[in-house]
T-cell receptor, first 113, second 112 residues
Framework: DGGITQSPKYLFRKEGQNVTLSCEQNLNHDAMYWYRQDPGQGLRLIYYSQIVNDFQKGDIAEGYSVSREKKESFPLTVTSAQKNPTAFYLC????????????FGPGTRLTVT | DQQVKQNSPSLSVQEGRISILNCDYTNSMFDYFLWYKKYPAEGPTFLISISSIKDKNEDGRFTVFLNKSAKHLSLHIVPSQPGDSAVYFCAAKTGGGNKLTFGTGTQLKVEL
């Protein structure tokens, strides 16, 4: 079964701690993306990667970091510098060449208290 | 600066009738548009797309219309079914890249 997995589904952290969200895909897609969803604000792009070992900032990259060491994996670290980390985080991937559709994972709900 | 706008946060329709979801955009460089459907606590799923060289694309019960001069697109769902109740996002892409810009979404409720 091809798809995108995100783990865990729910994550709780104390303020001041860094936390890493996992995203894995077996679709053989070159491009991967991280979005954040807040109520009434739609999906906002955090970081994206068009190819292994390369990534670019999205619209709201401050307080986040990523790595792309493998084609299948694009983990997102929410650092203590992120002022409002509580949100629903979505990972997506796309072929980047065959079509423009992005395929999304099930999301991770992060709650920081 | 919200380049993709969905001005109706919610829409309620009776089962069997037509649902029309609207989306406006400001960036004339957008050349490809997509609609996604999202259930609570799940990732969005792709529904239908349209290239800027077309004005209509149809897939089963779903039709997307694009009016470039008005910078407006709409998604028609006919007939609407209770399972269509979800949040619908429109998204747009500029040429030369794969980044999508999403609207804020419209919550569709299909009532029996």
């Amino acid at each position: 079964d091809g798809g995108i997995t995100q783990s865990p589904k729910y994550l709780f952290r104390k303020e001041g701690q860094n936390v890493t969200l996992s995203c894995e895909q077996n679709l053989n897609h070159d491009a991967m993306y991280w979005y954040r969803q807040d109520p009434g604000q739609g999906l906002r792009l955090i970081y994206y990667s068009q190819i292994v070992n390369d990534f670019q900032k999205g619209d709201i990259a401050e307080g986040y970091s990523v790595s792309r060491e493998k084609k299948e994996s694009f983990p997102l670290t929410v650092t203590s510098a992120q002022k409002n980390p509580t949100a629903f985080y979505l990972c997506a991937s796309s072929s980047g060449t065959v079509s423009y559709e992005q395929y999304f994972g099930p999301g991770t709900r992060l709650t920081v208290t | 600066d919200q380049q993709v706008k969905q001005n109706s946060p919610s829409l309620s329709v009776q089962e069997g009738r037509i649902s029309i979801l609207n989306c406006d955009y400001t960036n004339s460089m957008f050349d490809y548009f997509l609609w996604y459907k999202k259930y609570p606590a799940e990732g969005p799923t792709f529904l239908i797309s349209i290239s800027s060289i077309k004005d209509k694309n149809e897939d089963g019960r779903f039709t997307v219309f694009l009016n470039k001069s008005a910078k407006h697109l709409s998604l028609h769902i006919v007939p609407s079914q209770p399972g269509d109740s979800a949040v619908y996002f429109c998204a747009a892409k500029t040429g030369g890249g794969n980044k999508l810009t999403f609207g804020t979404g419209t919550q569709l409720k299909v009532e029996l």
